[in-house]
T-cell receptor
Framework: AQKVTQAQTEISVVEKEDVTLDCVYE???????LFWYKQPPSGELVFLIRRNSFDEQNEISGRYSWNFQKSTSSFNFTITASQVVDSAVYFC?????????????FGKGTHLIIQP | DTAVSQTPKYLVTQMGNDKSIKCEQN?????MYWYKQDSKKFLKIMFS???????INETVPNRFSPKSPDKAHLNLHINSLELGDSAVYFCASSQNPRTDTQYFGPGTRLTVL
């Protein structure tokens, strides 16, 4: 069965520090998709990025960057120069191309606290 | 324009009651989903519907039933509510169920007293 592990339950940093959120996944499939979502205190789930298993290029979007390492089954998320508005719970998720499950399998989330 | 909307945002009810949560998407997607987020923030898929056909039912009690009157709507009906049903329920939609990004509604916080 597919599985997503976010080992960091909570991270607290001071504003302007860089922070990396770890995500490790397990899958039997060669074709799969990885996602990151942000859940701010207001509660909605905001899509951040989607990456397919064939694209191992790292991605940068402003202060956000993602490092996909297929060899270690990891899809880590780094926030550079963190801001208080980055405070949220961040979820990593996995979708397989085959198999009975058509929904996303989520990690348990990392609660990121950015202190001013 | 709201892409995925849910009503109500908050729902407080007594044990044993029957309730419904509505979901609508205006993205033209073929697949819609319901997820449950428990008190520890863990998100789990409950159902997905693709072209009015149920694709997945993930060990959810049969007190929960999704109903889709058309491609843009997927409502969640819950019968005989129990204390353990208290959670936040999220609706989502995507084009392809296994490859495309799922976009989520704002969530419905259900409290069973």
């Amino acid at each position: 069965a597919q599985k997503v592990t976010q080992a960091q339950t909570e991270i607290s940093v001071v504003e302007k520090e860089d922070v990396t959120l770890d995500c490790v996944y397990e899958t039997r499939d060669t074709t799969y998709y990885l996602f990151w979502y942000k859940q701010p205190p207001s509660g909605e789930l905001v899509f951040l990025i989607r990456r397919n298993s064939f694209d191992e290029q790292n991605e940068i979007s402003g202060r956000y960057s993602w490092n996909f390492q297929k060899s270690t089954s990891s899809f880590n998320f780094t926030i550079t120069a963190s801001q208080v508005v980055d405070s949220a719970v961040y979820f990593c998720a996995l979708s397989e191309h085959i198999g009975g499950a058509d929904g996303l399998t989520f990690g348990k989330g990392t609660h990121l606290i950015i202190q001013p | 324009d709201t892409a995925v909307s849910q009503t109500p945002k908050y729902l407080v009810t007594q044990m044993g009651n029957d309730k419904s949560i509505k979901c609508e998407q205006n993205l033209g997607h073929d697949t819609m989903y319901w997820y449950k987020q428990d008190s520890k923030k863990f998100l789990k898929i409950m159902f997905s519907y693709n072209n009015k056909e149920l694709i997945i039912n993930e060990t959810v009690p049969n007190r929960f039933s999704p109903k889709s009157p058309d491609k843009a709507h997927l409502n969640l009906h819950i019968n005989s509510l129990e204390l353990g049903d208290s959670a936040v329920y999220f609706c989502a939609s995507s084009q392809n169920p296994r490859t495309d990004t799922q976009y989520f509604g704002p969530g419905t916080r259900l409290t069973v007293l």
